[in-house]
């Protein structure tokens, strides 16, 4: 059974704190993704990556970076958080020759 | 313009009946398209997807693709109450990396 699993359900941080959402899937999927999603506005995309230490940006990387080190594993880091970042975050992979995305359970941020 | 739309909702629809949801999108060279299912508090998990023109039929769900009008859309038949959910239209942009999503459609079947 496919598994993609985020490292917290819920988080709590302070204004201005480094945060780290952590993501690991144990499909062997190359392309890995970060979403947020908000009310009325859908999914939008982060960043991807298509392989270990690539990365692209997506729609709305401002205020965030990534980092893959391991093709299972791929993290989103807010460097500075702030209220506007409060969100749910979801990652979700899928294989080189896949279309469907397969995603995690979220991690539902609030950046006080 | 939005590159995937799709009405908010909610629809609502009686157990039974059939419920139809709508997307268009702007990119004319999309090729894939997605039909997501999400519950309230879970992820999106994929129940239908489509490259060509006409109807796709997986049990009671039907997806339906006009690239000419660039017009995707999801029939459910004999609705059930368990079909209550969030449906999110997506289309891949060209070279296939990038998903868009729509905002999604609440659909309410009652029993």
């Known amino acids: 059974d496919v598994k993609v699993t985020q490292s917290s359900r819920y988080l709590v941080k302070r204004t201005g704190e480094k945060v780290f959402l952590e993501c690991v899937q144990d499909m062997d999927h190359e392309n890995m993704f970060w979403y947020r999603q908000d009310p009325g506005l859908g999914l939008r995309l982060i960043y991807f990556s298509y392989d270990v230490k690539m990365k692209e940006k997506g729609d709305i990387p401002e205020g965030y970076s990534v980092s893959r080190e391991k093709k299972e594993r791929f993290s989103l880091i807010l460097e500075s958080a702030s209220t506007n970042q409060t969100s749910m975050y979801l990652c979700a992979s899928r294989d080189r020759g896949g279309r469907e995305q397969f995603f995690g359970p979220g991690t539902r941020l609030t950046v006080l | 313009q939005k590159e995937v739309e799709q009405n908010s909702g909610p629809l609502s629809v009686p157990e039974g009946a059939i419920a139809s949801l709508n997307c268009t999108y702007s990119?004319?060279?999309?090729?894939?398209f997605f039909w997501y299912r999400q519950y309230s508090g879970k992820s999106p998990e994929l129940i239908m997807f489509i490259y060509s023109n006409g109807d796709k039929e997986d049990g009671r769900f039907t997806a339906q693709l006009n690239k000419a009008s660039q017009y995707v859309s999801l029939l459910i038949r004999d609705s059930q109450p368990s079909d209550s959910a969030t449906y999110l239209c997506a289309v891949n942009a060209p070279g296939g990396f990038k998903t868009i999503f729509g905002a999604g459609t609440r659909l309410f079947v009652k029993a």
């Open positions: 990119d004319r060279g999309s090729q894939s």
